[in-house]
């Protein structure tokens, strides 16, 4: 199944899954909102339903939300528009071919989408083009290298019953701090909750 397939068929009952750890979440929130301002034009890859969206695009001047899921974007719409939320934009695309223009955005989120890629250095490549010098990459990523190795065992399994992507990297914090600054990027803040949990990096476009 392709990923875009994939992310389609579980859009719904991703909408409807609560957040596990919503302590952690909010902390995210917050620091995030800390560095956004309101001239800021932001882009969201993989934004899923659209609920981190939502919550940021009232801090800032645009907010352009992408998934490659048609089926997650159209949630993302929905929740949007019941939010009243006007200074947004939508597209459907992979990370790879999106129509955004290089150098023109303040801040670039990737909320628990890193690990999902084909190529996790080409997509923050991608990410690094999109930024303008000074701006601010802000992302969130499931480090399953450093101790959720036994997923690997189990993976094949969930993919055959339909409940995992064919894509899963197995990365490790460090790296991926490497990777980070290996695309011209520094380090400014980085929080993991514990060691089973998503890496939170801050990082600037040098
Ligand atoms: C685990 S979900 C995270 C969604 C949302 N960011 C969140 O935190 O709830 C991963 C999302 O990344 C999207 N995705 C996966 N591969 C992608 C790619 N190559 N380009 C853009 N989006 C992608 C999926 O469609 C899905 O919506």
């Known amino acids: 199944m392709s990923s875009s397939k994939f992310w389609d068929k579980i859009a719904p009952g991703y909408a409807k899954s609560k957040i596990k750890d919503i302590e952690s979440y909010e902390r995210k ?4 909102q800390g560095h956004l301002t309101r001239n800021m034009n932001v882009l ?3 934004c899923g339903t659209g609920m981190t969206a939502v919550k940021h695009s009232p801090f800032v001047n645009h907010y352009h939300a992408t998934d490659i899921s048609s089926a997650m974007i159209e949630i993302a719409k929905n929740r949007a528009k019941e939010n009243q939320i006007e200074n947004i ?10 129509s955004v223009k290089n150098n023109s955005k303040d801040a670039v989120l990737a909320m628990s989408v890193l690990h999902l890629l084909d190529n996790v250095h080409d ?3 991608e990410i690094g083009k ?8 802000i992302s969130s990523t499931a480090c399953l290298g450093d101790k959720m190795q036994f997923l690997k065992v189990l993976l094949p399994f969930m993919r055959l019953v339909g409940y995992a ?6 990365l490790k914090k460090k790296e991926l701090l490497t990777v980070i600054e290996a695309n011209n990027f520094s380090i400014i803040h980085e929080w993991q909750p514990s060691q089973t949990k998503a890496c939170f990096i801050i990082a600037r476009k040098l």
């Open 123 to 125: 997509g923050i490549d």
């Open 89 to 98: 934009s939508f597209e459907v695309n992979d990370i790879l071919n999106l």
């Open 165 to 170: 992507p064919s894509k899963v990297h197995f």
């Open 130 to 137: 999109k930024l303008k010098s000074g701006a601010l990459f």
């Open 29 to 32: 929130l917050k620091i995030t």
């Open 44 to 46: 969201e890859i993989g």
